[in-house]
């Protein structure tokens, strides 16, 4: 059975505090690696894709990179405009078709 | 702008009621998608289509019902069966299947049962 989990489930950090939010996936054959970014009440945003081990994208304070089970999204000196809930999901492809499986999510709080 | 339209942003419903959710995307993908989001959970998948006239069932797919007559459109009905219906719903699109590209979002409805 194709799983997502991430870690940590909440995240609190000080303005300016680097850390780094875990997706760790269980897939029969992964077809892209995806980073969301979701506020509250909203749909979510697109951040990244990441399709084999050792690729890594860049955006302003993120960084998302790809291993064979796991996927980090690394945040460089927050800001408290990067507060939202992280999302990872993984594209899976079967006999009908293809769906897309999502972890949990990671709620970060930078705080100022 | 292309995108996804959700409708209605709110929605109230009594117990016994069947609702619909309006979704419509002008992005042209072939492939569209329904997930439910309770507090705290991440997004788990009701319905989806990869053509016209085709959909199949999700996790969650109990309760629920779907149709696909247009490339655009793919509406979402909230049946009496499906027992704790209260939810924040998101409609999705992507590229098909031949085609590796991500899902874009709707900004979602938000269904309360009274």
């Known amino acids: 059975e194709d799983q997502v989990t991430q870690s940590p489930e909440a995240l609190r950090l000080q303005e300016g505090e680097s850390s780094s939010l875990n997706c760790s996936y269980t897939?029969?054959?992964?077809?892209?690696l995806f980073w969301y970014r979701q506020d509250p009440g909203k749909g979510p945003e697109f951040l990244f894709t990441l399709y084999s081990a050792g690729e890594e994208k860049e955006k302003e304070r993120l960084k998302a990179t790809l291993t064979k089970k796991e996927s980090f999204l690394h945040i460089t000196a927050p800001k408290p405009e990067d507060s939202a809930t992280y999302l990872c999901?993984?594209?899976?492809?079967?006999?009908?078709?293809?769906?897309?499986?999502f972890g949990p999510g990671t709620r970060l709080s930078v705080l100022p | 702008d292309g995108g996804i339209t959700q409708s209605p942003k709110y929605l109230f419903r009594k117990e016994g009621q069947n609702v619909t959710l309006s979704c419509e995307q002008n992005?042209?993908?072939?492939?569209m998608y329904w997930y439910r989001q309770d507090p705290g959970q991440g997004l788990r998948l009701i319905y989806y289509s990869q053509i016209v006239n085709d959909f199949q069932k999700g996790d969650i797919a109990e309760g629920y019902s779907v149709s696909r007559e247009k490339k655009e459109s793919f509406p979402l009905t909230v049946t009496s069966a499906q027992k704790n219906p209260t939810a924040f719903y998101l409609c999705a699109s992507s590229t098909g299947t031949g085609e590796i590209g991500e899902l874009f979002f709707g900004e979602g409805s938000r269904l309360t049962v009274l």
């Open positions: 999901a993984v594209r899976v492809v079967n006999n009908y078709g293809q769906n897309f499986v």
């Open positions: 897939v029969s054959g992964l077809r892209g």
């Open positions: 992005l042209n993908h072939d492939a």
